[in-house]
């Protein structure tokens, strides 16, 4: 048998809880109620059904507990029901009957729980706690990020967080979700929706993906290679490789990096990191070490660029990204960063109109972005024409 009962009792009550009567900040005589239609109660107007007398006799019993009040069309007892108004002297045994916490309670209780994680150490997860923190003490709405009544579950995602902040070795993500849950799939069930809590509530971290976010903390989900070639030489132990004869150049993974060397840059004149694998592939360019970053760069990138600089001070250091407001915020972001004085490359004006019918339409937030980036003198020019024109090129389509 369907429990009309609760249904309609829970009904009333979240009106009430999203109304101010529940808060004790109304100022005028609010009734809490629910009308009897089609659309809320469509059993109780299906005349092939026997619904209609079992709905009246739930009613009244709620009305005898003094939950309700049955409002009864034209005032004829037993006919039929017009609406049920919510009685708020017994809220309490009603939230009982349906066996729900009040959301007050739920309020209070997330309220304490999200006070453990306002840490300074942590600074994403304090900003997001006390976020809502301040909408939970002010009874605004939290369900985008959390659900009151599923506290463990707000706390186990809230230590991912901090244990994500907290990373220092390098880990595969299911190796770090077994080290730290138990379970090595719950970090990827949840990663999607830590990295939106990452990008809301850090300034850095707001135009990068998921796997972006997470490399930052040494969290990947495969092995995290360096990609790099040129006219260099390496050595990894013993062994010595002359870059100069890999056409497609050379892949260091992350646990290797620390153990390469570069013995000889004396023909480096020009560093280029590049934003794309296909072009970092396809590009050629004497007397130069190019280093492929996959869009954001991350510590391990950073580590080899940090290496080569303090090898290679007076090389010119250069980026080769997408002309569009991503490549210059990377390119931003690397100099920021790393320390290093990067200088763009092929991404000015000249070789945008070069290429630009490999050009693609700008979205409304490529138009927003690229209005914040043309208040600098670097981009203005090239921005400005992007602008008018309604274009944005990536960097495949630019061949040298």
């Known amino acids: 048998m369907v429990q009309y009962d609760r249904r309609v009792l829970n009904l009333l009550l979240d009106a009430y809880e999203n ?5 004790g900040e109304n100022r005028r005589t609010i009734r809490i109620e629910l009308r009897f239609t089609k659309t809320t109660i469509p ?7 026997s619904e209609y007398e079992n709905i009246h006799i739930m009613m009244k019993n709620l009305e005898n507990r003094n939950f309700i009040r049955i409002i009864w069309k034209d005032n004829k007892p037993d006919y039929l029901i017009q609406k049920v108004r919510l009685l708020t002297e017994h809220l309490e045994e009603a939230y009982g009957y349906v066996r729900r916490k009040a959301k007050r309670g739920l309020e209070e209780e997330n309220i304490f729980l999200l006070q453990k994680f306002l840490n300074a150490e942590t600074p994403v997860t304090n900003a997001f706690a006390k976020y809502l923190l301040e909408r939970l003490q002010n009874h605004q709405s939290v369900k985008e ?7 463990k579950e707000t706390e186990r995602f809230l230590q ?6 907290q990373n220092r070795t390098p880990r595969y993500s299911r190796e770090f979700s077994i080290i730290h849950f138990q379970d090595s799939k719950y970090f990827e069930q949840i990663e999607n929706r830590l990295a939106r809590v990452f990008r809301q509530f850090s300034h850095e971290y707001a135009e990068m993906d998921t796997t972006e976010i997470l490399a930052e903390y040494g969290i990947y989900h495969t092995p995290n290679y360096v990609y790099f070639k040129g006219d260099a030489v390496i050595t990894i132990g013993e062994e010595t490789v002359d870059l100069s004869l890999l056409k497609q150049g050379i892949g260091i993974s992350g646990e290797d990096l620390s153990e390469i060397r570069f013995p000889d840059l004396s023909k480096i004149k020009k560093v280029i990191t590049i934003e794309n694998l296909t072009s970092f592939f396809r590009y050629r360019e004497k007397e130069s070490l190019l280093i492929y970053l996959g869009g954001y760069h991350n510590g391990l990138r950073r580590t080899l660029l940090k290496m080569v600089y303090q090898e290679l001070p007076d090389a010119v250091y250069y980026h080769f990204g997408d002309i569009d407001a991503g490549g210059f915020a990377i390119l931003q972001d690397l100099r920021n960063k790393t320390g290093i004085p990067f200088l763009s490359y092929h991404m000015d004006l000249a070789a945008l109109k070069e290429y630009m019918q490999y050009g693609k339409n700008l979205t409304e937030s490529d138009r927003k972005r690229l209005e914040r980036i043309r208040n600098q003198e670097e981009f203005r020019e090239v921005v400005d024409f992007m602008l008018e024109k309604n274009v944005k090129l990536e960097q495949e389509c630019i061949i040298k």
């Open 160 to 165: 991912a967080c901090v244990s994500v902040e």
């Open 145 to 151: 990020y959390i659900t009151l009544d599923k506290e």
């Open 43 to 49: 059993e109780y107007f299906d005349e092939s059904s």
């Open 19 to 23: 109304s101010l009567l529940s808060t």
